[in-house]
T-cell receptor
Framework: GQQLNQSPQSMFIQEGEDVSMNCTSSSIFNTWLWYKQDPGEGPVLLIA???AGELTSNGRLTAQFGITRKDSFLNISASIPSDVGIYFC????????WGAGTKLIIKP | DTGVSQNPRHKITKRGQNVTFRCDPI?????LYWYRQTLGQGPEFLTYFQNEAQLEKSRLLSDRFSAERPKGSFSTLEIQRTEQGDSAMYLC????????????????FGAGSRLTVL
């Protein structure tokens, strides 16, 4: 099915580093969502963005809805071990269209 | 309310058998969605209900897949004559939606039902 282009596919970082990931699409979306999924669990919503240009924070997480409505990014500041997991972007028009995920791994 | 509940969490079956998964959404949510997720991919939309009405089912993978939500509360997803390619995580989500379209909703997901077809 249709998917967004999400990058990077995976990230190996040191604890305390900042993380940045993004999603792009050829389609315009009305809503961008960022979810995190832990192994064996369903995705959990982190941030929802409803307006082009919107910048929203949730603790150490910050996400932006691109001005063209075709992209979004998620930043995590000062990463900690519990940030490990797979992060998915999803664009919503009538239905959710998902990226393939960014796997975050923290080096010991 | 403990969120979206799915069971069983894991199901191992032999090829050709039928399987059924159940989803209990958040009680005040009127919309319920089924997704399939394979390893290394994002969730893939299958179908959704608004109350008891199935508003979109064209994305169900084949006629072996069917879903019901008879009373507008819990839902079941059945796969008949399972094939090895059906092995995946089946996710249910619910939302408090308005209007005809599934847009402008924030979905809450269950933990999923993992199917392994031998």
């Amino acid at each position: 099915g249709q998917q967004l282009n999400q990058s990077p596919q995976s990230m190996f970082i040191q604890e305390g580093e900042d993380v940045s990931m993004n999603c792009t699409s050829s389609s315009i979306f009305n809503t961008w969502l960022w979810y995190k999924q832990d192994p064996g669990e369903g995705p959990v919503l982190l941030i929802a963005l409803y307006k082009a240009g919107e910048l929203t924070s949730n603790g150490r997480l910050t996400a932006q809805f691109g001005i063209t409505r075709k992209d979004s990014f998620l930043n995590i500041s000062a990463s900690i071990p519990s940030d490990v997991g797979i992060y998915f972007c999803a664009g919503q028009e009538y239905q959710l269209i998902w990226g393939a995920g960014t796997k975050l791994i923290i080096k010991p | 309310d403990t969120g979206v509940s799915q069971n069983p969490r894991h199901k191992i079956t032999k090829r050709g058998q039928n399987v059924t998964f159940r989803c209990d959404p958040i009680s005040e949510h009127n919309r319920l969605y089924w997704y399939r997720q394979t390893l290394g991919q994002g969730p893939e939309f299958l179908t959704y209900f608004q109350n008891e009405a199935q508003l979109e089912k064209s994305r169900l993978l084949s006629d072996r897949f069917s879903a019901e939500r008879p009373k507008g509360s819990f839902s079941t997803l059945e796969i008949q004559r399972t094939e090895q390619g059906d092995s995946a995580m089946y996710l249910c989500a619910s939302s408090l939606g308005k209007g005809t379209y599934s847009g402008a909703n924030v979905l809450t997901f269950g933990a999923g039902s993992r199917l392994t077809v031998l």
